[in-house]
């Protein structure tokens, strides 16, 4: 997988342009890239039918791998939203002076470059995308060999706006879907800052016990409601009804 070693060290290599790229900037290549998808509709419609037709409808995936109209102008409207939120860099979290009068100050920074591992769920490429970009970091992608038409679409469309701003491909990298580009990912150290897996039990477990870079453990979906009997009937049922009927096919469903 010496491929994948190198889109690795091109990402590395890419990070640290973001440094220069200010929050107003990096605000306007995300409105665009909201644009950008609403205009890419049909083609990415296009990729995610051949993701689909590889899948069997009563698959439970299956309703979390398509794409229409409707949900491509959800994504779009969530990138544009990430543009409007305040920057989390260059924050001041705690500002103290010694007794031997050294300033000490926390800031936030970026992490650098960020490898998130996920399955089925094309929305996750461009919400990746967007949170590290909104937050300096570079972006390395490795998704499910379901949905890789999908997501190859979506990057294309990430690609063609950061060109657009005369930004490196490399802020944004997706691995190729065979399995052995995850182990490589999850060994690159000094390539790779923080890894963050997001999907079942089973893929959060690999990841924290296989890693040699750090790892960021995010929760398998809460799939329990408990109510209370002294509750709001009338408030229960809209909670429960908004949480889990709404859409059977989500993780925490």
């Given amino acids: 997988m010496d491929n994948v070693t190198a889109l690795l060290q091109e990402t590395r290599h890419a990070a640290p342009l973001l440094a220069a790229v ?3 900037r990096r605000n306007a290549v995300l409105r665009d890239l909201a644009q950008n998808l609403i205009a890419a509709t049909d083609t ?3 990729a995610n039918a051949k993701d689909l037709a590889r899948m069997e409808k009563e698959d439970p995936r299956y309703d979390r791998l398509l794409l229409d109209a409707p949900r491509i102008k959800g994504i779009a409207d969530d990138v544009a939203k990430v543009a409007t939120l305040p920057s989390p860099t260059g924050r001041l979290l705690e500002n103290r002076t010694l007794d031997n009068g050294l300033d000490i100050s ?3 920074v ?3 470059v960020v490898g998130v591992i996920y399955e089925s769920r094309p929305n996750v490429t461009v919400d990746v995308f967007a949170l590290c970009f909104k937050a300096g970091n570079a972006a390395v992608l490795k998704g499910g060999k379901e949905a890789d038409d999908s997501n190859r679409a979506l990057i294309a469309v990430i690609h063609q706006t950061l060109a657009a701003h005369s930004l490196p491909a490399a802020l944004c990298c997706l691995l190729p879907a065979p399995r052995e580009a995850t182990q490589v990912l999850l060994n690159a150290v000094g390539l790779v800052d923080i890894c963050i897996p997001r999907g079942s039990q089973g893929l959060i477990d690999f990841v ?3 890693a040699k870079i750090p790892v960021i453990e995010t929760g398998a979906g ?3 409601t408990y109510f209370a009997a002294s509750g709001d009937v009338a408030k229960g ?3 429960i009804e908004h949480a889990k009927p ?3 096919s989500v993780c925490n469903a």
């Fill in 22 to 24: 200010g929050d107003d």
């Fill in 44 to 46: 990415i419609i296009a």
């Fill in 106 to 108: 926390r800031i936030t």
């Fill in 110 to 112: 970026p992490l650098g």
């Fill in 208 to 210: 924290r016990d296989t």
């Fill in 222 to 224: 809460i799939v329990h």
């Fill in 237 to 239: 049922q809209d909670i």
């Fill in 246 to 248: 709404r859409r059977a």
